[in-house]
Every structure is written in C-alpha cells, then in structure tokens.
C-alpha cells in the first residue's frame, strides 16, 4: 500500500515539476523577449530623437508606429503566454482526472474482491456539552481603557475594577492624574455597572 501512495506522489511531483519548467521556461522566454523590445524601443527612440531635429513630423509618426508595434508585440505575447498557460492547466486536470479514475477502479476491484461487513447497531453516546466559560469583567472592559491605559494604571496601583468604582483614599491622588484621560469622567460609573453585573 505504501509503495502505491509512494510511486502516485512521485509520479505527481514528476509531472509538477514538468509543469513548472516549462511555466518557468515560458516565463523566461517572455522575459528575455520582453527585454530584447525594451532594447530595441530605446535604441529606436535614440535614432528617432536624432532623427526629430531634422524633421520632427516624420520622426514623430516613425516614433508613435514605433510605440503602437511594441504595445501590439506585447500583447500577442501575453495573449501566447495566457493560451500556453490555459493548456498546460487543462493537462493537469485530464492528468488528475486519469489519476483519479484510476484509483477508483483500483478501490472498487478491491471492493468487490473483500468480504462484505455486517453493521453492527450501536447507539451514538452523548457527551455532556461544555460549559461556557465565565468571563470576568477587568479594568480593560471599561470604555477608552486599552492596554497601554491599562498598563499605566497598574504601575500606579490601580488594577481592579473595585479600585476605580469605590477608590480607597490612598489611591484618589493617583486616579485624579489620568483626569485628562480620555473617558475619565465615565470610567467610575462603568466600573460600578461592571461590578453590579458580575
């Protein structure tokens, strides 16, 4: 069985690995023609701008059929790389589909030649569903406290919601320097509704 899967991977990483050289071949090709027109437009620009202080209508229109030609190639080749690609994806699939049909008829002549297996009827057991668990409400629930807010108030002392609904008075100083905070005014009235709920 193991030498089965073995040799259908090989065989799969063979023909992907057809694939993707002649995708990379492609590629290199459209590449290097790309780059050879590159050359050619600029060599044929240079003469063109040459050509323009002598007669600039005649430059221009060499040089605007000049473009039109180079755009025109460009797109027969992206056009040539698109149908090659369309091809070689179609391959793959009649590829994948052989292999498939394959394995099918393989799985059903080892079906039929195996003893068929009586079900046995067991009922499924339930299992107990889990409990949601039970989340507790921090300073971060408060509004316009993130956690660099968060952060902040504890190297201060103030970590828990008990500390901004019911400030003891060794900590009223601390709280009254984060008055120009954003959300101040609110958090002791959150943290008091926070508390209620929980």
Do not use: C
């Amino acid at each position: 069985m193991s030498k089965k899967t073995s040799k259908k991977e090989a065989k799969k990483t063979f023909k992907k690995s057809i694939s993707d050289a002649a995708l990379k071949k492609i590629n290199r090709k459209l590449i290097s023609t790309k780059n050879a027109l590159e050359n050619q437009v600029e060599d044929l620009s240079l003469q063109v701008k040459k050509l323009g202080k002598k007669s600039g209508k005649k430059a221009l229109k060499l040089f605007n059929e000049l473009d039109a030609n180079y755009h025109r190639k460009l797109v027969d080749l992206q056009d040539e790389f698109e149908e090659r690609l369309a091809s070689l994806s179609s391959m793959q699939d009649k590829v994948v589909e052989l292999m498939t049909e394959k394995v099918t008829t393989t799985k059903s002549a080892t079906a039929k030649l195996s003893k068929p297996v009586k079900p046995t009827k067991t009922k499924p057991k339930s299992t107990p569903q889990p409990k949601a668990a039970i989340k507790t409400a921090t300073i971060a629930s408060i509004n316009s406290i993130g956690p660099v807010m968060q952060k902040k108030l504890a190297e201060k002392g103030i970590t828990t919601l008990d500390d901004i609904a019911n400030t003891p008075k060794d900590k009223i100083q601390i709280l009254k320097q984060f008055e120009n905070e954003r959300g101040f005014s609110t958090w002791e009235g959150q943290a008091k509704t926070l508390l209620a709920d929980s």
